[in-house]
């Protein structure tokens, strides 16, 4: 049975967690001066054991769903742009919390923290637009 993490997975996962929230932080800062932002700058700042020797595994060039689908090439609002990065952290915090159970439960924990952390974030970032 495998007991190191998939370092490939978690290099791609941990990108897209922080581009994620990136995304949104920036919006929250720059569009919308809000305090939220500040939420979702403290959760991109996690970081992962081992960062040097998960890098070393990272394989963008030979990444074989790298092209966009039209999907991810569209968006018709700042909201749609919101929901689709939130849901991107999300999901890469998932995938975070799920490979580190191989080998270290403290990250894994703390990407499950983040992931509930985002899901509560994500209802107040939503409120706040609508009420614009």
């Given amino acids: 049975m495998r007991t190191n993490p998939p370092l490939r997975t978690i290099d791609a996962n941990f990108n897209r967690f ?13 569009e919308l001066n809000s305090p939220l932002a500040k939420e ?4 991109r ?13 990272r ?9 966009s689908t039209k999907s991810e090439q569209t968006r018709k609002s ?5 929901i689709s990065n939130l849901k991107r952290a999300q999901e890469s915090a998932r995938v975070l ?5 191989l080998d ?3 990250t894994s924990e703390e990407f499950k923290n983040a992931r509930y952390k985002l899901y509560t974030l994500e209802k107040e970032i939503l409120l ?4 614009i």
């Fill in 45 to 57: 700042h996690i970081k992962i054991p081992n960062y040097l020797e998960v890098i070393k595994q």
């Fill in 18 to 30: 922080k581009e994620g929230i990136r995304v949104v932080e920036d919006i929250l800062r720059y």
């Fill in 59 to 67: 394989d963008a060039q030979n990444d074989i769903l790298k092209p």
């Fill in 97 to 101: 919390e799920e490979v580190y159970k």
């Fill in 104 to 106: 270290d439960i403290k």
């Fill in 78 to 82: 700042l909201e749609d742009i919101i």
């Fill in 40 to 43: 979702l700058k403290n959760l």
């Fill in 128 to 131: 706040l637009i609508q009420n």
